[in-house]
């Protein structure tokens, strides 16, 4: 068979999937395998395990990374990689993330069972946390790796409960040893689910993102004054509550304002969060992307703004938080080209776009070459038990990883 032939194992990329959809399986259908939890322990035991079998050089760093390496003829050269990650949201989607990782583990494995060589090596990572929905913020690990955030500052993120991500790592044991530091890349590739609507309402079947959109993160905590809800008159009342509610409402018109911006409050916590005492304590999340990163910043001004004008208004202090920024990630026009290409030889429809969604690519971006292959998302649905891709379709994204890395990996 020519290398122009090869093609990967669809039924096996399934298996794969399926395997590891049923780690963490929740009644509604899909996964919640939160980062560094059992059920991520599990998964990641299992996805060394099959590293292994292929004879796959594998390493861990501080961060719980997981690097898979296959040797090439050249082991001077800068590798070609491809990963995502294992966890999920929570009640997430059976593919977002860990198709990515059953990829590019199906690539190797087709390599393996071929017996081909490449002039460079071929790496397989599994990055941690990069949902950041149980340790905030997002791509934490990734993050780390290119040197954007601090080791310990991410060891410290806690959880809900309290809990810190340094030892929550520890505690299942993938705390390794080696430093989380960037190595040499020629190419990175990142295959994902596209997780909106664009694929399916096109009517294609390879997306090639031009790059990522900005993403901002804000904490925002406000406190005010409680009592019991039947003897406290109406007014005079510090009802923090009140002022978020009014908080969320403007997060809503403010991202109105420029046409490519979404902006979010996607987590709410009230304190105490009984029905008959007025709350003391609020904290909730604003989430703003634009591919514009002007766009963000002033959209993020005019909320802090009025912010600060309802909180005085309610007598409600109010503490805000950048979390985390990154700024949008212009992919590699020759590996997004690459993509294109390559979809085009194996037959698909592709569409040229930008991805709304963050990845670890977007931190990858940052030190080499990177791109990203998306596959349509049924009803763009996505960080839900509903989320659904054709087998089909993972199958062809697979292939189309397949032959980008290998034309990355065989030039000198």
């Given at each position: 068979m020519?290398?122009?032939?090869l ?12 395997t590891?959809a049923a780690i963490?399986?929740?009644p ?16 990641r035991?299992?996805?060394?395990r ?7 050089e ?11 390496r296959?040797?090439?003829?050249n ?10 990650h294992?966890?999920?949201q929570p ?5 977002d993330?860990?198709?990515g990782?059953?990829?590019a583990?199906e690539v190797?494995?087709t390599l ?12 397989i990572v599994?990055?941690?946390?990069e949902e950041?929905?149980?340790f905030?913020?997002a ?5 780390v790796?290119?040197?954007k955030?601090?080791?310990d ?6 959880d809900?409960?309290?809990l810190?991500q340094g030892d929550e790592?520890?505690?299942i044991?993938?705390k ?5 530091r960037?190595?040499p890349?020629h190419?990175?590739y ?5 997780q909106?609507?664009?694929l399916?309402a096109?009517g294609?079947?390879i997306?090639?993102p031009k ?8 904490d925002i905590r ?8 039947g003897?406290t008159?109406m007014?005079?009342?510090?009802d923090?509550l009140?002022a ?8 809503n018109?403010?991202a109105?304002?420029?046409?490519d911006?979404v902006?979010?409050?996607g ?14 304590g ?7 992307r634009?591919w514009?990163?002007d ?5 993020w001004?005019?909320m802090?703004r009025?912010f600060?004008a309802i909180?005085d ?5 109010i503490?805000m938080?950048?979390?985390w920024?990154v700024?949008?990630?212009p ?10 290409d ?5 037959g ?5 776009m ?9 931190y ?5 070459p990177?791109?990203?292959?998306f596959i349509?998302?049924k009803?763009g649905r ?8 054709s087998w089909?379709?993972?199958e062809?994204?697979?292939n189309?990883l397949?032959h ?6 065989q030039?000198?």
């Amino acid at each position: 068979m020519s290398i122009k032939d090869l093609r990967v194992d669809g039924a096996r990329l399934r298996r794969s999937l399926e395997t590891m959809a049923a780690i963490g399986a929740t009644p509604g259908g899909g996964v919640q395998r939160l980062a560094l939890s059992d059920e991520d322990k599990q998964a990641r035991d299992l996805f060394v395990r099959w590293l292994k079998e292929i004879d796959c050089e594998v390493s861990i760093d501080e961060m719980g990374n997981i690097f898979g390496r296959r040797p090439g003829k050249n082991r001077e050269l800068p590798a070609v990689m491809s990963g995502s990650h294992l966890d999920s949201q929570p009640k997430g989607g059976r593919f977002d993330g860990v198709l990515g990782v059953m990829g590019a583990l199906e690539v190797m494995r087709t390599l393996h069972d071929h017996k081909i060589e490449t002039e460079r090596d071929l790496v397989i990572v599994d990055w941690t946390n990069e949902e950041g929905s149980r340790f905030a913020p997002a791509m934490v690990s990734s993050g780390v790796w290119v040197g954007k955030l601090e080791r310990d500052w991410a060891y410290s993120r806690t959880d809900i409960n309290g809990l810190k991500q340094g030892d929550e790592l520890a505690r299942i044991g993938y705390k390794g040893e080696t430093p989380a530091r960037a190595f040499p890349i020629h190419a990175n590739y990142e295959l994902h689910i596209e997780q909106g609507p664009m694929l399916e309402a096109e009517g294609r079947t390879i997306g090639a993102p031009k790059g990522v959109l900005c993403l901002h993160w804000y904490d925002i905590r406000l406190t005010g004054t409680a009592n019991q809800v039947g003897p406290t008159p109406m007014a005079g009342r510090n009802d923090c509550l009140l002022a978020a509610a009014e908080m969320i409402q403007t997060v809503n018109k403010v991202a109105h304002l420029k046409g490519d911006m979404v902006a979010t409050v996607g987590e709410i916590h009230n304190y105490p969060n009984s029905r008959n005492i007025i709350p003391d304590g609020v904290h909730f999340t604003v989430d703003i992307r634009s591919w514009e990163d002007d766009h963000a910043i002033g959209a993020w001004e005019v909320m802090r703004r009025e912010f600060e004008a309802i909180a005085d208004r309610h007598g409600t202090p109010i503490e805000m938080e950048i979390t985390w920024r990154v700024v949008r990630a212009p992919f590699a026009e020759e590996l997004v080209q690459n993509v294109l290409d390559t979809a085009a030889e194996l037959g698909h429809s592709s569409l040229y776009m930008v991805s709304g969604a963050g990845h670890d690519c977007s931190y990858i971006n940052q030190i080499a070459p990177a791109a990203m292959i998306f596959i349509p998302s049924k009803g763009g649905r996505s960080h839900v038990e509903v989320e659904e891709s054709s087998w089909e379709d993972c199958e062809k994204g697979a292939n189309v990883l397949l032959h980008c890395m290998l034309t990355s990996a065989q030039q000198l």
